[in-house]
């Protein structure tokens, strides 16, 4: 007989008599009576903007039963009926404590003679607290003869459905994919850049001898937030409500893979673009936890889940200095070069190096380092390099150490003193590491900085150490010259800092110093050589050109208001945004690398500005010597080349002219036409006078005396007064 | 006959009224000839078509309007799509009455035939525009506006940078600015004999400028 009645579950509805149907699942609910339609799911929150994946299937949280929000829990003791409430009462206290337990959402059936059946139905009033609670109870141990087992109740009804026959899967036929590098093939050699501003997306080519972009796609509502370009520029990501998802092609833009992930934030690319890493924060099911992440690798081909990571923020958030709210992305740091073989998170005392091959910890353990809070990799090796502080109440001094991966060995060492704070630079081609490291002043009142200078690819990693000539100096910012051997700094308090420029050839030694400069921010060249020493925020867009080799300024100009600066791959030119930070003037800017301004594209509400990035070059530096030696053979070629482009673009333009002035022109007859028909009625209006052209009208002068007023006054001569 | 406008007011919409001047001061009375509501907002701008046949408004509601000067009826709309997106503060009528230029705080100015309200052209700038005149002379028009001095949080170092932006009317390209103002400018018109212009702004000056021998020879 129905036992439902005493503790009637939500899904059916109230009042109804319940028979149990043997050969049905266990449920003792009949179907036939709950009526599954008038159970109303959420609805889609998207806005009324269509999204790409309307097209397809979505893979939603809501599933078809549309009872998401319950789970199932076995290996509960078999009681008598007597004991029936405390084990009811003990239930509903482990996992009242989890979720939100619908009225009348516990459930557990009981057989003919009372006793329980050993299993129970719980549902909350979230799908998310029913997954939660599902992972927090799961092999709770009861006693010692009872750990609950607990299940979603969709996964149930997935396996109930599995059929008996296995059917092999379908062979697809091989269709080869896209060109996805076809734009490296530009016979111009120029480069892209895609642009974000209100709903817009546009992907441009950067045509700075035309003076105006190439447009080369443009989709509205492309991505819910930003778009990122993966590292090597093969693909461009765009997030949505699902997901992430990548686009490419040889001429167009086309969606090559999703990735789900629902509610996703951040993503991050491996460097060889195998590997896709997402994030999500969710709210937590009670407000005394941290907000919940998850992390999830994707490989980038097939869109699979390679590995999830979940947990609370804490895990995952940067031990450090005065604890961070939240997370710091991105929270997976990737080994140098374009291997993807390994990629480590901080954690509390340990840093965890996970290798792609098996996805799990290298050696299935992390590396334990007391007290870590910072590391980085080599941007070329697998080499990491840590920091951890002052430890032991002072006794024990801070230090930075290089590590090895995978062998775990500790190539350097150094231990520093009195430090505050400390930060690490690594040059491009992990040939050099700046530590910069803040220090206590021996009364610690205040602190003064120092570099450490690591010689990486040198027998025994020699440490040289750099002081400022003002030690006191405070540092505003520091940069490596990618791919060479100097880095500058720019230091000072005034509001018009110091620029110094260093070389590490032999011992380090300053090549300069640029006094008084309004600067604040420092963006050398992808090549090196050339720097922008740019004052943005309270300097309001002031740029200097800077060519390091000859020690001279090329330029000065100003982009007022700009936010960012950046340069294209090829160290050829560089754009300054003003983003929508600022109400006005958003748009951007492209120069040439010696600082000349090419072209503007004022767009309102504009939020990114990212070059396409480039593969690195598949010549050999014997071709590139080859090349430019013979630098003025190919130059002139391609002037001729320009030169013929500009003339058909003028030619464009000459025949775009006449069209319009044609079009006038014909306009123009059509109103005369109207106005000799209507001369007539014009000459009635104006009483008769012929007015249509100036010449008609006559200016006339004319006098007009205006009596104002007469007044007579008898003057008196004064004979006798006069002398 | 004069045509007015009327902003809204307490309970008052916004509307248009066409009065009749005596000649004979004593004979004037206040009443309208003709009243014509409909347009939401402000009306910024109104003027009488060709032949006094058609008044022709543009306000706040961003639509330009002609209306029959003697039944009141609404003859023609701009399209809400192709026209202008925001409130249109500037309308003035070319030499001969053919064609006329408004600008909006759009950051557009745009250019209409007056009789089917057909749009011919649009110049775009990067500022709000305030005000707009076609040259008598030339195939010019000029534009000016700023963003109006309540609206600024930060403000420009660059003292004199409003300028009073030319255009070729038929290319809708840029071909100069005139600079001066410190301040947005709200009021623009060119001398009969379109030798000359002026420029009114928020600066509180006005400024006469005389083009020179190189502006009558301007390539585009």
């Known amino acids: ?723 | 006959m004069v045509v007015i406008t009327t902003d809204p007011f307490m309970e008052q919409q916004s509307a248009i009224h066409v009065k009749r001047i005596e000649s004979d001061r004593s004979l004037q009375s206040s009443e309208d000839v003709l009243t014509i509501t409909g347009p939401q907002g402000r009306i910024n701008r109104a003027m009488w078509g060709p032949l006094n046949k058609t008044i022709i408004s543009a306000g706040e509601d961003a639509t330009i309007r002609i209306w029959d000067a003697e039944t009141g009826k609404l003859l023609k709309e701009s399209d809400p799509e192709t026209g202008h997106q925001k409130v249109i503060t500037a309308m003035a009528k070319s030499a001969d009455g053919s064609h006329f230029i408004t600008g909006s705080h759009d950051k557009s100015a745009k250019l209409w035939d007056i009789r089917t309200l057909q749009m011919l052209k649009t110049y775009t700038t990067e500022r709000p525009v305030n005000a707009a005149a076609i040259s008598p002379l030339l195939d010019h028009v000029v534009i000016g506006g700023g963003q109006e001095a309540s609206q600024v949080t930060m403000t420009s170092t660059r003292a004199g940078k409003f300028e009073a932006k030319f255009f070729h009317k038929i290319f809708e390209e840029e071909i100069g600015g005139v600079k001066g103002h410190f301040g947005p400018i709200n009021a623009l018109v060119f001398n009969p004999d379109g030798r000359s212009f002026s420029s009114g702004g928020e600066d509180g000056y006005v400024r006469v400028h005389f083009f020179d021998s190189d502006y009558y020879h301007i390539k585009v």
């Open chain 1, 1 to 723: 007989m129905a036992d439902v009645e005493e503790a009637p579950h939500s899904m059916v509805p109230p009042g109804t008599a319940v028979e149990e149907e043997q050969p049905r699942i266990q449920l003792n609910i009949d179907w036939g009576n709950v009526d599954l339609d008038s159970i109303v799911l959420p609805p889609g929150d998207d806005m009324g903007i269509k999204s790409d994946d309307e097209e397809e299937e979505e893979e939603t949280l809501e599933t078809d039963t549309g009872f998401g929000n319950v789970i199932i829990v076995d290996n509960l003791p078999v009681v008598a009926s007597e004991k029936y409430e405390k084990l009811e009462g003990v239930i509903r206290k482990i996992f009242g404590q989890i979720g939100v337990i619908t009225p009348n959402g516990l459930l557990m059936p009981r057989d003919e003679s009372g006793k329980t059946k050993g299993y129970a139905f719980i549902e909350y009033s979230t799908p998310q607290e029913a997954q939660t609670a599902r992972e927090q109870t799961n092999g709770y141990k009861l006693d010692r003869s009872h750990v609950f087992v607990v299940n979603m109740f969709d996964d149930y009804d997935k396996y109930m459905k599995v059929p008996d026959e296995w059917n092999s899967p379908e062979i697809k036929p091989y269709t080869p994919g896209e060109n996805l590098v076809a734009w490296l093939t530009d016979d111009r050699g120029r480069d892209q850049f895609v642009i974000r501003f209100g709903s817009e997306t546009e992907v441009y080519w950067n045509n700075a001898s035309q003076g105006k972009p190439d447009p080369v796609y443009h989709r509205t509502f492309w991505t819910e937030s930003f778009v990122q370009w993966s590292p090597l520029g093969t693909y461009l990501a765009t997030i949505h409500r699902q997901g992430a998802a990548v686009w490419g092609g040889e001429k167009s833009f086309n969606r090559l893979m999703r990735y789900i992930h629902p509610q996703v934030k951040l993503i991050d690319f491996s460097p060889g673009e195998k590997f896709m890493v997402t994030y999500s924060s969710h709210e937590p099911s009670s407000h005394r936890d941290t907000q919940r992440v998850t992390l999830m690798v994707f490989d980038v081909r097939s869109g699979k889940v390679l590995r999830e990571f979940k947990g609370s923020a804490d895990d995952f958030a940067t031990g450090g200095t005065g604890g961070i709210a939240g997370v710091s992305w991105p929270v997976f740091q990737w080994a140098g070069g374009r291997d993807d073989k390994y990629f480590a998170r901080i954690g509390k005392n340990a840093i965890s190096v996970y290798e792609t091959d098996t996805m799990g910890l290298l050696d299935k353990k992390s590396l334990k380092v007391e007290n870590v809070v910072d590391f980085c990799w080599s941007p070329t090796d697998p080499l990491l390099s840590l920091f951890v502080p002052e430890g032991g109440g002072g006794n024990q001094p801070a230090r930075v150490s290089l590590v090895s991966i995978p062998s775990r060995e500790e190539l350097r060492q150094k231990n520093l003193f009195s430090v505050s704070d400390c930060k690490m630079y690594w040059q491009s081609n992990g040939e050099y590491l700046a530590v910069k490291v803040d220090r206590y002043t021996k009364t610690k009142k205040s602190t003064y900085t120092g570099f450490e200078l690591f010689r990486v690819k040198e027998r025994d990693i020699p440490i040289e150490v750099l002081e400022l000539e003002n030690k006191n100096d405070k540092i505003i910012a520091f940069a490596w010259e990618p791919k060479g051997h100097r880095f500058a700094i720019i230091h000072g308090d005034s509001p018009r800092p110091d620029i110094s420029f260093y070389s590490m050839k032999g011992r380090v030694t300053k090549l300069t110093t640029l006094k008084g400069r309004q600067a604040n921010a420092l963006y050398w060249s992808p090549l090196g050589r050339f720097i922008i020493l740019a004052g943005l925020k309270a300097y309001n867009g002031q740029l200097e050109f800077y060519n390091v080799d000859d020690l001279e300024t090329m330029a000065t100009a100003e982009h007022f208001m700009a936010t960012d600066v950046d340069w294209d791959p090829t160290g050829r030119f560089c754009s300054t945004s003003v983003t929508s930070v600022h109400q006005m003037e958003n748009g951007f800017n492209i120069w040439s690398f010696q600082g000349k301004l090419l072209y503007r594209l004022p767009r309102d509400r504009f939020f990114q500005f990212l070059w396409r990035p480039r593969p690195p070059t598949l010549l050999t530096p014997e071709d590139e010597a080859e090349i430019a030696k013979n630098l003025r053979k190919y130059s002139k070629k391609y002037e001729a080349d320009d030169l013929a482009r500009s003339l058909e673009g003028t030619e464009r333009d000459t025949e775009n002219r006449r069209k319009l002035v044609d079009e006038w022109k014909s306009w123009v007859a059509q109103w005369k036409a109207a106005q000799e028909e209507e001369k007539e009625e014009r000459y009635i209006l104006r009483d008769g006078v012929p007015s249509d052209t100036e010449e008609d009208y006559e200016a006339e002068e004319v006098e007009v005396e205006e009596i104002i007023n007469i007044e007579e006054e008898v003057v008196a001569f004064g004979f006798d007064n006069q002398d």
